[in-house]
């Protein structure tokens, strides 16, 4: 005869069964969670038809001059590593492109929803909730950055590592480390670590990627320490290139990047890893943190430490689907704790220093106190520290999260829209669509990568390549040569010594002809942008 329950056991499990019933989709919905996550994602990339940055364009452009020229999508700017994964769907254009970017995106936050069940989370749906309404993430998801693929390589990285298939999560990180360079110390870090528990293969095995970064650059120039050359000199080279935003920069705009859920939940996290005296998923906490803080680092104006970043928000969101699962141990644990004071006098500090000083306005680069407050931020964050203490069912506490996290995605976001200087580049590519088919193709002279992107075009597209417009390129340039100069990029001596600025070419109008200008100007009639079109002359 079977032995009894008592009445306390026919009371507390049911509530667990629905528990994980609620919050462990089936493997069919699951995926197909996954898929309308896709097209959600590539749907608000209609809608948000701006640029975060430009660099996005350039990176589009790069990845189908690799069909042209294999070695142009070689060095540190370009991420090589990234580039060989797009270069065959830049094939088919920039909406494919964005697609799959959408693709990558909602198998990040599936990664994320893994990752929570394999440390044993009973609540993974909200991982893949927390994940997949981030603020910065959904700006960025579909556009063309290297972050992307480099956030889906860590999670299923990490999703290997705590699954015991050591050798998938070596080959992750080797791909990592050959996107982004400066995940190079975390790979040496965890090549120590595969070493002393004796995984001697997969700790070989980190070197693979790296390996074949630096033959390749070795076999094109010769160079036998090809791969050290090339970090140190991209980091020498934009040293000073950029602002250094300053140590504290990235603590500031972290609600702008992970948003005021993620971020109170991954706060209460360390609290809760203090008053425990136990981390759970050191591994994960080590590299979140470790990168968080070798960023701010970077951006350090006194120590001026490594390259200069400029303070760039985007480098962050490689870490929000390890923060996403750190953060569901506050919920899971909550229940637990002897006391919960500490925690309740940790978050009302946090949400005062919100409040005090994280609670401005932002141009997604900085925040801009010249341009007011922004409260909405501190919504989250208030709502996030007072749902933890809610005393109502753990089932109804993570359904009122969910709902939270949509709530604040839908007051938060904001599609980013073309600038008026990505306007002015698109109507410079039709007006020189125009000039192109009345007097057929010149020598151009640019720098301005929109230009390519707005014709559709690399530069192995044009009859004769365009050249950077420096002295020494026009002075053997063609008469009739067409020099596009622009305020953005033609004039960055900081970065090219041996750019000209736009009154060397109006001081010399024996050789140098204007023939088209196009003004952005502000609300006090002050261009800023500008482009010049000159045509050289005879000598």
Same mark, same amino acid.
């Given at each position: 005869?079977?032995?009894?329950?008592?009445?306390?056991?026919?009371?507390?499990?049911?509530?667990?069964?629905?528990?994980? @019933?609620?919050?462990?989709?089936?493997?069919?919905?699951?995926?197909?969670?996954?898929?309308?996550?896709?097209?959600?994602?590539?749907?608000?990339?209609?809608?948000?038809?701006?640029?975060?940055?430009?660099?996005?364009?350039?990176?589009?452009?790069?990845?189908?001059?690799?069909?042209?020229?294999?070695?142009?999508?070689?060095?540190?700017?370009?991420?090589?590593?990234?580039?060989?994964?797009?270069?065959?769907?830049?094939?088919?254009?920039? =909406?494919?492109?964005?697609?799959?970017?959408?693709?990558? %995106?909602?198998?990040?936050?599936?990664?994320?929803?893994?990752?929570?069940?394999?440390?044993?989370?009973?609540?993974?749906?909200?991982?893949?909730?927390?994940?997949?309404?981030?603020?910065?993430?959904?700006?960025?998801?579909?556009?063309?950055?290297?972050?992307?693929?480099?956030?889906?390589?860590?999670?299923?990285?990490?999703?290997?590592?705590?699954?015991?298939?050591?050798?998938?999560?070596?080959?992750?990180?080797?791909?990592?480390?050959?996107?982004?360079?400066?995940?190079?110390?975390?790979?040496?870090?965890?090549?120590?670590?595969?070493?002393?528990?004796?995984?001697?293969?997969?700790?070989?095995?980190?070197?693979?990627?790296?390996?074949? @970064?630096?033959?390749? =650059?070795?076999?094109?120039?010769?160079?036998?320490?090809?791969?050290?050359?090339?970090?140190?000199?991209?980091?020498?080279?934009?040293?000073?290139?950029?602002?250094?935003? %300053?140590?504290?920069?990235?603590?500031?705009?972290?609600?702008?990047?992970?948003? =005021?859920?993620?971020?109170?939940?991954?706060?209460?996290?360390?609290?809760?890893?203090?008053?425990?005296?136990?981390?759970?998923?050191?591994?994960?906490?080590?590299?979140?943190? =470790?990168?968080?803080?070798?960023?701010?680092?970077?951006?350090?104006?006194?120590?001026?430490?490594?390259?200069?970043?400029? %303070?760039?928000?985007?480098?962050?969101?490689?870490?929000?689907?390890?923060?996403?699962?750190?953060?569901?141990?506050?919920?899971?644990?909550?229940?637990?704790?002897?006391?919960?004071?500490?925690?309740?006098?940790?978050?009302?500090?946090?949400?005062?220093?919100?409040?005090?000083?994280?609670?401005?306005?932002?141009?997604?680069?900085?925040?801009?106190?010249?341009?007011?407050?922004?409260?909405?931020?501190?919504?989250?964050?208030?709502?996030?520290?007072?749902?933890?203490?809610?005393?109502?069912?753990?089932?109804?506490?993570?359904?009122?999260?969910?709902?939270?996290?949509?709530?604040?995605?839908?007051?938060?976001?904001?599609?980013?829209?073309?600038?008026?200087?990505?306007?002015?580049?698109?109507?410079?590519?039709?007006?020189?669509?125009?000039?192109?088919?009345?007097?057929?193709?010149?020598?151009?002279?640019?720098?301005?990568?929109?230009?390519?992107?707005?014709?559709?075009?690399?530069?192995?597209?044009?009859?004769?390549?365009?050249?950077?417009?420096?002295?020494?390129?026009?002075?053997?340039?063609?008469?009739?040569?067409?020099?596009?100069?622009?305020?953005?990029?033609?004039?960055?001596?900081?970065?090219?010594?041996?750019?000209?600025?736009?009154?060397?070419?109006?001081?010399?109008?024996?050789?140098?002809?204007?023939?088209?200008?196009?003004?952005?100007?502000?609300?006090? %009639?002050?261009?800023?942008?500008?482009?010049?079109?000159?045509?050289?002359?005879?000598?």
């Amino acid at each position: 005869m079977g032995k009894v329950k008592s009445k306390k056991q026919v009371q507390t499990e049911p509530t667990q069964i629905i528990v994980n @019933q609620s919050f462990t989709l089936s493997e069919p919905y699951l995926y197909i969670s996954t898929g309308l996550l896709t097209i959600l994602y590539f749907a608000y990339a209609q809608i948000a038809d701006g640029f975060y940055q430009q660099d996005e364009a350039a990176h589009f452009i790069n990845m189908r001059e690799f069909w042209y020229e294999p070695q142009r999508i070689l060095g540190n700017w370009s991420k090589t590593g990234y580039k060989l994964v797009y270069a065959l769907p830049s094939l088919l254009g920039i =909406g494919f492109v964005t697609f799959f970017n959408a693709l990558l %995106g909602a198998l990040t936050c599936l990664g994320t929803y893994r990752l929570a069940q394999s440390l044993r989370s009973e609540i993974p749906l909200l991982a893949f909730a927390l994940m997949a309404t981030q603020p910065l993430w959904v700006n960025l998801v579909f556009r063309n950055y290297s972050e992307i693929l480099t956030a889906f390589l860590l999670v299923w990285g990490a999703w290997a590592h705590y699954r015991n298939r050591y050798i998938l999560a070596a080959l992750a990180m080797s791909y990592v480390s050959f996107v982004r360079q400066e995940f190079y110390p975390f790979v040496g870090l965890y090549f120590i670590y595969l070493a002393y528990h004796k995984k001697w293969l997969a700790s070989l095995l980190l070197g693979l990627f790296p390996l074949f @970064q630096h033959t390749w =650059g070795m076999i094109l120039t010769g160079d036998p320490l090809y791969l050290l050359h090339q970090i140190t000199g991209m980091s020498a080279q934009i040293a000073e290139a950029y602002p250094r935003q %300053g140590f504290e920069h990235y603590f500031l705009m972290s609600l702008t990047i992970f948003g =005021g859920t993620a971020l109170t939940f991954f706060i209460a996290y360390l609290v809760l890893s203090v008053q425990q005296r136990r981390i759970w998923a050191w591994e994960i906490a080590f590299l979140v943190l =470790g990168y968080f803080l070798l960023q701010s680092l970077f951006n350090a104006q006194d120590l001026k430490i490594g390259p200069a970043t400029g %303070g760039n928000l985007r480098y962050m969101i490689v870490i929000a689907p390890l923060l996403s699962v750190l953060a569901l141990q506050t919920i899971e644990q909550f229940s637990s704790l002897k006391t919960k004071i500490p925690l309740l006098i940790a978050l009302t500090v946090w949400v005062l220093i919100v409040n005090l000083f994280m609670t401005y306005q932002t141009n997604l680069v900085t925040l801009r106190p010249d341009m007011g407050r922004d409260w909405r931020p501190l919504y989250g964050v208030v709502l996030a520290s007072m749902v933890i203490f809610l005393p109502i069912l753990q089932r109804q506490k993570i359904w009122t999260i969910i709902a939270i996290l949509f709530f604040m995605t839908a007051v938060t976001l904001r599609p980013i829209k073309r600038s008026d200087e990505d306007k002015a580049c698109e109507t410079f590519a039709r007006w020189y669509e125009n000039y192109e088919k009345e007097k057929g193709q010149k020598q151009i002279f640019w720098h301005h990568t929109m230009f390519y992107y707005f014709l559709g075009r690399t530069s192995f597209d044009f009859a004769r390549q365009p050249l950077p417009i420096t002295e020494k390129n026009l002075a053997d340039a063609p008469e009739g040569s067409l020099i596009v100069w622009d305020s953005h990029y033609s004039h960055r001596p900081e970065l090219r010594k041996e750019s000209l600025p736009h009154v060397y070419f109006l001081s010399k109008p024996d050789e140098y002809k204007l023939i088209h200008n196009q003004e952005v100007k502000n609300e006090e %009639g002050e261009w800023v942008f500008l482009v010049l079109v000159f045509e050289k002359l005879k000598k």
